[in-house]
């Protein structure tokens, strides 16, 4: 199993904590490949701690979807399919449709220069292909929209799905990063928020979200 040589200091929180944050951190960078198995004595020896708090762990990431534990066989880690990200991707455009809904009457003046500033970042990130430094600013852009919503379920039910979304855009965008819109699609959102039309806006944000799915199908 492919795991890095050298450990990171752990942090101070439960232990199981440390290995499935770790776990699910190579799962979605692919540093643990789709149908990789997972050998829990070799994580084990990774963060000199017992098979207890891996398996509790693996558990967690089962629950996810993100590995599958086939008795007297192993845990493998979850195969990419296009029905899960379809899934995932409706799941997501749902979300940040109701949260767009929902920050629509807060938006100022202010809060769309904001915006504008952080889309030239990403769409500067965007042009020279630096997609890591653009999913930064991707994610700065939606957090706008969370933070003004303030709806902690939505913001929570974002971030599990966020996890499966980002494997698949690992896998994809990294050999294909000509293809990365995300800025234009933005500016078509806040274009939207300007005119004061909520509908479009949230059409343009789901353009946003589902143009992925459209890509790899």
Known sequence: MPIPKEQSALERKP???????????????????????????EVSSYFSVSRTPVREALQMLSEQNLVKVIPNKGTYVTELNKEDMNNVYHALCAVHSSVLALAFPKITPSIIQELREINSKLAEMQKGGNYFQMKEFDAAFHGVFFELANNPYLTEFNEQLKIHSAR???????????????????????????????HLAQKCMAENWLRFVRSVN
């Open 168 to 198: 698949a855009e690992h896998v994809y965008f990294l050999a294909n990063t000509a293809e990365l819109k995300s800025a234009e699609e933005h500016e078509a959102i806040i274009a939207a928020i300007e005119a004061g039309d909520m």
């Open 15 to 41: 232990t199981k904590n440390i290995v499935y944050d770790t776990l699910r951190d190579w799962i979605v960078v692919g540093t643990l490949k789709p149908g990789e198995k997972v050998i829990d004595i």
